[in-house]
């Protein structure tokens, strides 16, 4: 009976999303099949661009992934930002951060926790952030291919391309390019071993 219920609840939440969504953000298009579990905290500007494709599921609560979520999935784009993610792609508990653009795959898993910022939020420079000064506030994309996986806790920062079907250890800060079908890990990440392919 409790599964009935939790199944109408998550439908409902999905319908109010969808017409949110359609209401407010023009440039926000998110396809029919995508699948949420708890909340999603949208910060969206109108001229931003965000394209979500089949699929697509977020996971905002450890009831829907074990690996103990400590805040829901979080998608936040920018003035001009543009967000692609695309179809067949999971996020649990994942905050996202556009100022300047993101672009993720196809088959993209993110485990708990795990965050992808392209700018540094403040300035590097202490005058500039004392007045946040939010023009010397760095951004570059980040494009990250398809069948990637992101282990839980990790943080993917600004300008960094990952090729497809690499793997990101948990706890990793991934601040330089991952070539495809590599694992990294680490703070900063650090290159472990090739993938064998079969």
Known sequence: MLGFFYKTERKIRVLILRLNIKIRY??????????LFGKLIISVRKDSVVNIGKNVIFRSNTKSNLVGI????????????????GDNSGFSGTSIHVINSIIIGKYCNFGGNTAIWDSDFHPLEYQARRIHDVSKIKSVPIVIGDDVFVGANSIILKGVTIGDRSIIGAG???SKDIPADEIWAGNPAKFIRKIIKN
């Open 26 to 35: 023009p440039k926000f298009k998110i396809e029919h099949s995508f699948q």
């Open 70 to 85: 400590y805040k829901p999935v979080s998608i936040s784009v920018s003035e001009k930002g543009i967000l692609n993610i």
């Open 172 to 174: 990793s800060v991934v």
